[in-house]
């Protein structure tokens, strides 16, 4: 049996599936100020209905770390920074206690400046005179080398061993410098109390189910252990829309271009699915306003739900964006999307005579009829979402390209299907995809999708090497991977067998070795580096991921 | 304030030759700068998507013989077609200005093209200047060529348009690819004056080229009062390029487009793959951006490492006056020109394409209109690579012609086709936005 929990802002939901079933859904309103309280709480349930059977994976999917982060609530965290020659230090606005430190690298990994101990030894004191104890250092192309990062690291562990210390090339190995910067400084805000809840957490499950396994789904919709989590907490952020996608890919299970609609209450939430794998945001998950290296799905979250209010204003039908309460089917005192839908078709929900009250009174100030209003408001929806859906898919076709293949074969979405989540999807959802002229997809399980996306979710694992045989190195992340190439005529098949070799060790490490094998190519670039007509050696970018998907005993529901 | 719009296409796929100057990791280290140091996440830079110039586009500058489809590389239709990404942003009005940061490059690419030279197959700003004629309704620009080698195809396809202001300053054509570029190249006789060259000696530094900037080119922007001004902004006047021999700095070039203030940057050539491109790219971009560059500099950079000699100061100062003078008597030339009554102005030449080893031979004739610049006709022949022999005829007329010279031109163009000589009778007809080929054998006519 398996159980996938899904802690959400408002509610927490879990769910106990087996053999394509869910044996029992749960839903308890979140208590912010004890997320490990309500979690256990629906955990229990769940565990009572399993009875003595055997759970063997627990995965869960928390906002404990987004809301740290989005709230403002982290500690008081130093960033130490090692920016070399380039943009302006003006430019690392991140914490209001960063450290500018001297030291340079290039983008072979040479260095260009040494750091100065001496220098590193005065910020640390200022840094533990303030009274801070975590500590972020990031340097540009510490991802192509790492020394100077490690030096400042080994100075503090030394000096102020309680300090928690982070290095950027240990977070994040790709280029971007203020992105691998925030990472790394989000990670050591928030790792002391993401290691409480582990702690917690652990204790609590090693109780009640010890031999289940106990992952933690991340904003890429795979999961990782709760062991491997306590380095990277970041990792954990947006995994609520993370769950809801991996939910409806699991209920509809084929290799598509699809679009999953997830309609709440005050709000949609659009997301990609192209050729059966989740669009990713190009750029990183936005944090706080800043641009992570956190690998998240690219959800397009607009202000209309099945309880937004329909009213006229100046003569004009408005639509959202406000929510003022549940429909007026539901006891709500304005009449919403769902009183629309409700009448037009015919869906029987609560009491429908009070909907058409409602919005026979907003009818008659337009000087239409109910009907036409009730298609008017069904309009005004279904367009809203088709024009943010397909703003959706040209952003993604509009995406840079670095090769003159991939502009002449120029990327188009074709959209195979809609996919409904959420308690209004049944009513607007097959009218917005007969107007996109697609099927539609909404299944019984839809309202606790998030929590079996999260059951049923596999790990997740990306490893990217840069290979660089001039100079005999290799770099790679995650984790700060390094070693030297010695094959004089390495290729770029070795080059993908090292990729493939870290990310198999890098498995291992996380207790994720079964899926290793399902790791593929998603990146590979190589250069000849020529220097006066001659070649010098060669430059390689390879990229392996173990992709989004569902674990080896999933078969689809029954 | 709008944002800085970049485009970077550094065709990651395409080389004319493993080991050449123009190939993949040409621009992989800006590449790594650039994207390591996240300018493209920040709010004064907007990154935009490249896409494919059309043959029509190509057209409207070039007669590519046979044709557009088999002459021009898909790499090089990338790279006009991001210069258009670019044009198309800052006329509407997206960006502040913009820089493509683009390869291939374009700026030897002329009129007629047979084959490719200095890298080039077609001419990027040239392809972007006619399309925003089309487009935009643009009349009057200024290109400031900045690369060292003198920009012999923009040179020659505005030579005898009096609304492009083409200036390009470059190191002495005596030591240099293409060997052009003197001050005594001026323009066409009815454009004399809106082609300036700026040959420089070898190893001149900032200091040198600062003061070019201030005492001749921005004064000629400011009587010209060119609606846009373009950077053909190569990089290979940096002290460590392999091919070129001067003495510029990352800073120097991102002070030099603090001045110039470029509507457009297009980037030319620049083969210091490592010590130069990163830094000056990204040192072009802040300078457009308004980011403070102060803290960017080479890995070897010393200020005080090159210093202009008092000597070269002395050469640049009286080639500084001697071609502001040109500039400035060129009203008075041009109509001096137009007064001789001459019906038509002759020229032949032979081109050399370097990177093909192609030698064409070409006649040009001027039609010396009293009220407008006249348009060309142009007989090319030339035995490709293939080892065929092209012999062709094109008819060009200007994006300001006069009603006259159309007529004219559109006759010469029929009367051809009733007696064809050569391989190919081509009409670049700017005003009808058609350009037609004909092919003698078959009789074939195809329009774009």
Request: proline residues 5%; hydrophobic residues 35%.
């Amino acid at each position: 049996m398996l159980i996938g929990i899904d802690v959400g802002g408002t509610y927490t939901d879990g769910v106990l599936f087996s053999e394509g079933s869910v044996l029992l859904s749960v839903k308890h309103p979140t208590e912010e100020n004890d997320l490990e309280g309500t979690l256990l709480s629906v955990l229990d349930e769940l565990l009572a209905r399993a009875g003595r059977a055997d759970v063997r994976r627990i995965v869960l999917s928390t906002t404990l770390v987004t809301n740290l982060l989005a709230t403002g609530r982290g500690e008081r965290t130093a960033l130490l920074l090692l920016p070399g020659s380039g943009l302006p230090f003006s430019a690392y606005r991140i914490s209001p206690d960063t450290y500018f430190l001297k030291g340079g690298i290039d983008f072979r990994g040479r260095q260009i400046e040494a750091p100065d101990a001496k220098e590193v030894e005065e910020v640390l004191k200022k840094v533990h005179d303030s009274g801070i104890d975590r500590v972020a250092v990031a340097g540009k192309f510490s991802n192509r080398n790492d020394a100077h990062e490690r030096m400042v690291e080994d100075r503090a562990r030394s000096l102020y061993p309680h300090m928690d210390v982070c290095t950027s090339n240990e977070i994040a190995g790709r280029l971007n410098f203020p992105r691998r910067a925030v990472t790394c400084y989000y990670t050591a805000m928030t790792m002391r109390e993401w290691n409480r809840f582990a702690d917690g957490i652990e204790a609590a499950i090693g109780a009640r189910s010890p031999r289940s396994d106990v992952h933690i789904l991340k904003a890429d919709g795979g999961t990782t252990t709760l062991e491997a989590s306590r380095k990277r907490p970041c990792e954990t952020v947006f995994s609520g829309p993370a769950a809801s996608t991996m939910g409806t890919m699991a209920l509809s299970r084929e290799s598509l271009n699809a679009v999953s609609v997830d309609i709440g209450g005050t709000t949609s939430d659009i997301s990609l699915v192209i050729e059966g794998l989740p669009l990713y945001a190009s750029k990183g998950a936005l944090i706080g306003g800043h641009l992570t290296h956190i690998n998240s799905f690219a959800v397009r979250s607009i202000p209309l739900g099945g309880d937004s209010r329909v009213y006229e204003e100046s003569g004009e039908l408005r639509v959202g964006p406000m929510r003022l309460g549940p429909a007026a089917c539901l006891g709500g005192a304005e009449p919403t999307v769902t009183d629309a839908f409700n009448l037009l078709n015919g869906l029987g929900l609560g009491n429908a005579d009070a909907s058409r009250e409602k919005l026979q009174a907003v009818a008659g100030r337009l000087g239409v009829s109910l009907e036409e209003l009730c298609g008017k408001i069904a309009d005004e929806v279904v367009d809203r979402l088709e024009r943010n859906i397909e703003e959706m898919f040209g952003l993604w076709e509009d995406e840079p390209a670095y090769k003159v293949w991939e502009v002449v074969h120029r990327r188009k979405f074709e959209l195979h299907r809609v996919i409904g989540i959420g308690a209004a999807a049944p009513a607007i959802i097959p009218m917005l995809a007969a107007k996109m002229g697609v099927e539609h997809f909404l299944h019984r399980y839809s309202p606790v999708a998030n929590a079996l996306g999260a059951a049923v979710a596999r790990p997740t694992l990306a490893v990217e090497v840069h290979v660089d045989t001039g100079r005999r190195t290799y770099t790679g992340s995650p984790g700060g991977l390094k070693g030297t190439v010695e094959k004089r005529s390495f290729q770029l098949e070795d080059a993908r067998e090292l990729a493939l070799d870290c990310l198999k060790e890098a498995s291992r490490e996380r207790g994720l070795a079964d899926y290793a094998g399902e790791a593929h190519v998603y990146l590979e670039e190589q250069f000849n580096v020529i220097r006066g007509f001659t070649q010098e050696g060669k430059l390689f970018d390879v990229g392996v991921q173990i992709a989004p998907g569902f674990i080896h005993e999933y078969k689809g529901v029954a | 304030m709008k944002p800085t719009g970049v485009i970077f296409f550094p065709a990651f796929d395409w080389a004319i030759s493993p080991t050449h100057p123009e190939r993949e990791e040409r621009l992989l280290y800006t590449r790594d700068q650039l994207f390591e140091e996240g300018i493209m996440d920040m709010p004064e830079v907007r990154e935009y998507h490249p896409r494919l110039a059309t043959a029509k586009d190509v057209s409207r500058v070039h007669f590519c013989v046979p044709d557009v489809e088999s002459r021009v590389t898909e790499a090089h239709m990338v790279s006009a077609g991001c210069a258009m990404v670019m044009a198309d942003a800052f006329m509407q009005k997206e960006v502040k200005n913009a820089f493509a940061i683009i390869r291939p490059p374009g700026h030897h690419a002329m009129t007629v093209v047979h084959g490719n030279r200095g890298f080039c197959d077609i001419n990027n700003e040239a392809v972007m200047v006619e399309y925003l004629r089309r487009t935009y309704g643009v009349r009057r620009l200024a290109i400031v060529d900045t690369d060292v080698h003198h920009g012999d195809g923009s040179q020659e396809i505005f030579w005898d348009d009096p609304d492009v202001l083409f200036i390009s300053f470059h190191q002495d054509g005596r030591t240099l690819y293409p060997g052009s570029g003197f001050t005594n190249e001026l323009g066409g006789p009815l454009a004399h004056g809106t082609t300036i060259n700026i040959p420089m000696a070898p190893r001149t530094t900032d200091e040198g080229i600062h003061y070019i900037m201030d005492n001749l080119v921005l004064p000629m922007l400011d009587e010209f009062k060119p609606e846009l001004v373009i950077n053909s902004a190569g990089q290979d006047n940096h002290y460590s390029d392999p091919l070129a021999n001067m003495s510029f700095t990352a800073r120097g070039y991102a002070i030099l487009n603090q001045k110039l203030r470029p509507d457009i940057a297009v980037l030319e050539g620049g083969y210091s793959v490592e010590t130069a491109l990163p830094y000056i790219n990204m040192g072009i971009i802040m300078a457009m951006a308004g980011i403070d560059f102060s803290n960017l500099r080479e890995p070897d950079y010393n200020p005080t490492r090159f210093k202009e000699s008092a000597k070269n100061m002395d050469y640049i100062r009286s080639l500084v006056t001697h071609q502001l003078a040109a500039f400035r008597e060129r009203e008075k030339v041009v109509e001096a020109n137009r007064k001789e009554g001459r019906e038509y102005y002759g020229s032949s030449r032979g081109i050399f394409y370097d990177t093909e080893y192609l030698q064409e031979e070409q006649r040009l004739d001027l039609r010396m209109c009293p009220d407008c610049c006249g348009y060309r006709r142009i007989s090319s022949s030339c035995v490709h690579h293939s080892g065929r022999s092209y012999s062709v005829f094109c008819i060009s007329l200007p994006a300001a012609c006069c009603p006259d010279c159309a007529a004219r031109a559109r006759q010469d163009y029929e009367d051809m086709k009733k007696k064809p000589g050569g391989d190919y009778l081509y009409l670049q007809d700017r005003i009808e936005d058609e350009y037609k080929t004909f092919e003698t054998r078959t009789g074939r006519e195809t329009t774009l």
